[in-house]
């Protein structure tokens, strides 16, 4: 039997943005209000779920499945920072953001959270 999360609690804030995101991607807001990739070691609000023009739909609540790098994450709740490239890992830093995961597929390295 599979079991599915995705579309729990789900909730999106359209934003606009300077071209610099990406589908998938964990996301930031910077200076002037716009929806931009999270750099390197920075928190995240959400992931970006689509592109239209120059406008970004970013999910900030729900699950979401996004690819790790690094160290397997384990389930429960634990700090996660961007990687780069559309994914996340470890974080370690007492003010990042902590968040529950609940799935690690290690052989896909794909981590599920509860943003």
């Given at each position: 039997?599979?079991?599915?999360?995705?579309?729990?609690?789900?909730?999106?804030?359209t934003?606009?943005?300077?071209?610099?995101?990406?589908?998938?991607?964990?996301?930031?807001?910077?200076?002037?209000?716009?929806?931009?990739?999270a750099s390197?070691?920075?928190?995240?609000?959400?992931?970006?779920?689509?592109?239209?023009?120059?406008?970004?739909?970013?999910?900030?609540?729900?699950?979401?499945?996004?690819?790790?790098?690094?160290?397997?994450?384990?389930?429960?709740i634990?700090?996660?920072?961007?990687?780069?490239?559309?994914?996340?890992?470890?974080?370690?830093?007492?003010?990042?953001?902590v968040?529950?995961?609940?799935?690690?597929?290690?052989?896909?390295?794909?981590?599920?959270?509860?943003?």
């Open positions: 039997m599979s079991i599915s999360y995705k579309g729990y609690n789900n909730n999106t804030i934003f606009e943005t300077d071209g610099n995101i990406t589908v998938g991607a964990p996301v930031s807001i910077d200076n002037t209000n716009c929806a931009i990739n390197v070691g920075s928190d995240f609000i959400g992931v970006c779920t689509a592109i239209r023009g120059t406008w970004a739909s970013v999910q900030t609540d729900g699950y979401v499945e996004i690819p790790y790098e690094g160290m397997d994450p384990s389930t429960g634990i700090k996660l920072v961007s990687a780069g490239g559309g994914k996340v890992k470890n974080g370690g830093a007492d003010d990042i953001a968040y529950k995961v609940i799935k690690v597929d290690t052989e896909n390295k794909i981590v599920g959270i509860i943003l």
